[in-house]
Antibody
Framework: EVQLVESGGGLVQPGGSLRLSCAAS????????MSWVRQAPGKGLEWVAN????????YYVDSVRGRFTISRDNTKNSLYLQLNSLRAEDTAVYYC????????????????WGTGTTVTVSS | SVLTQPPSVSEAPRQRVTISCSGS????????VNWYQQLPGKAPRLLIY???LLSSGVSDRFSASKSGTSASLAISVLQSEDEADYYC???????????FGTGTKVTVL
């Protein structure tokens, strides 16, 4: 069964840090782009970051660039998101998702999603 | 960049609804559109990819189209299980990032 399981969420004070993990199973992890998507309480979906199969390309939404770092370990079938300098507006459910990206970047979509892990930034 | 969707649509069971998604040349105009369904309290699910292709296991009551910088999702023979939030999305070449639409809540009357 294809599965993604996130972990690492929790309550953190503003300015603090967290590391989210996503464990993949049931597919060849090293052959897929991977993404993080978040959803603030009562709000819509927001793409956060993605990473190429070999980790050589990474993209971030402007609001997290310089504070968040996406990485992966293909030997452990795992995706990570390091969250630093956290702000109240980073409070959200964070989803890990498997992605397909065209070599020309014409298409990009996320076809497998985890159930999410909740990050709450509050003093 | 923002993909604009109507906040909500509603229709009676067995009817048809259409959700619009308006973008620009940097996103929909030059990249494929995808549609996601999010049932209450659940993770999103891919419905449509590459403008109009049904994802595996998705009912053929769902269909989608694209023209220029706009796209639309149609749900025919509406059922109570279709009550959910629906998001369009596309890669944005000018941002080098992925953008979601504002989301549309579908209510079955």
């Amino acid at each position: 069964e294809v599965q993604l399981v996130e972990s690492g969420g929790g309550l953190v004070q503003p300015g603090g840090s967290l590391r989210l993990s996503c464990a993949a199973s049931g597919f060849t992890f090293s052959t897929y782009w991977m993404s993080w998507v978040r959803q603030a309480p009562g709000k819509g979906l927001e793409w956060v970051a993605n990473i190429r199969q070999d980790g050589s390309e990474k993209y971030y939404v402007d609001s997290v660039r310089g504070r968040f770092t996406i990485s992966r370990d293909n030997t452990k079938n795992s995706l990570y998101l390091q969250l630093n300098s956290l702000r109240a507006e980073d409070t959200a459910v964070y989803y890990c998702a498997r992605a397909e990206m065209a070599t020309t970047y014409y298409f990009y979509y996320m076809d497998v999603w985890g159930t999410g892990t909740t990050v709450t930034v509050s003093s | 960049s923002v993909l604009t969707q109507p906040p909500s649509v509603s229709e009676a069971p067995r009817q048809r609804v259409t959700i619009s998604c308006s973008g620009s040349s940097s996103d929909i105009g030059n990249h494929a559109v995808n549609w996601y369904q999010q049932l209450p309290g659940k993770a999103p699910r891919l419905l449509i990819y590459y403008d109009n292709l049904l994802s595996s296991g998705v009912s053929d009551r769902f269909s989608a189209s694209k023209s220029g910088t706009s796209a639309s999702l149609a749900i025919s023979v509406l059922q109570s299980e279709d009550e959910a939030d629906y998001y369009c999305a596309a890669w944005d070449g000018s941002l080098s990032g992925y953008i979601f639409g504002t989301g549309t809540k579908v209510t079955v009357l």
